[in-house]
């Protein structure tokens, strides 16, 4: 089946850890983004790539660092620097230059220790 | 800015039609999404408008007007499973780049 992995569902993090949250999907989709999602919020951009080997900011990128070395994978690490990590985490992908919503995966939830 | 606006939470009663509403202040316009999001799981998509009017899709509806920075989600026939928040989100800009979203709105479907 198609579709997008987010591993682990769920993940804990000592203080002054960094921690690397997994994405990769099958949809062959070039451009793949980023959400933070805190109780009662919507959904805030981290980063986002559109191409392999490329990414960019989005609003809230502080504390988090991405990659982009193939096009089935988009791996976020939530760095020591993050100062309030606990979130709901989503990754989505989409074609862009289309009018394709965004797909998301089922999310992994951060908290710390 | 960026700024999309909807209700934080809305209760309406099992078979009832209940309307969502978003408004948007965006730099530019290049779509309006629609998702829906039970709790905590990923936001799955429902509807998708660009031009002004409705377009329908089963019990779900959405309708926008670009000159008031406005669309709504029309839900018919309510179920108990509509009870979930719904996500408006807005491409302000080319289609290449990426959505901005509202704060969602929260619905409780009652019996």
């Known amino acids: 089946d198609g579709g997008i992995t987010q591993s682990p569902k769920y993940l804990f993090r000592k203080e002054g850890q960094n921690v690397t949250l997994s994405c990769e999907q099958n949809?062959?989709?070039?451009?793949m983004y980023w959400y933070r999602q805190d109780p009662g919020q919507g959904l805030r951009l981290i980063y986002y790539?559109?191409?392999?080997?490329?990414?960019q900011k989005g609003d809230i990128a502080e504390g988090y660092s991405v990659s982009r070395e193939k096009k089935e994978s988009f791996p976020l690490t939530v760095t020591s620097a993050q100062k309030n990590p606990t979130a709901f985490y989503l990754c989505?992908?989409?074609?862009?230059?289309?009018?394709?919503?965004?797909?998301f995966g089922d999310g992994t939830r951060l908290s710390i220790l | 800015g960026q700024n999309i606006d909807q209700p934080t939470e809305m209760t309406a009663t099992e078979g009832a039609i209940v309307q969502i509403n978003c408004t948007y202040q965006?730099?530019?316009?290049?779509?309006l999404f629609w998702y829906q999001q039970h709790a905590g799981e990923a936001p799955t998509f429902l509807s998708y408008?660009?031009?002004?009017g409705l377009e329908e899709k089963g019990r779900f509806s959405s309708f926008l007007s670009r000159s008031k920075g406005y669309s709504y989600l029309l839900l018919k026939e309510l179920q108990m499973k509509d009870s979930a928040s719904y996500l408006c989100?807005?491409?302000?800009?080319?289609?290449?780049?990426?959505?901005?979203f509202g704060k969602g709105t929260r619905l409780s479907v009652i019996a």
């Open positions: 965006t730099s530019g316009f290049n779509g």
């Open positions: 949809l062959n989709h070039d451009a």
């Open positions: 790539s559109q191409i392999v080997n490329d990414f």
């Open positions: 989100a807005v491409r302000d800009q080319g289609r290449n780049t990426p959505l901005v």
């Open positions: 408008n660009v031009l002004d």
């Open positions: 989505a992908s989409n074609n862009p230059n289309s009018n394709q919503p965004q797909h």
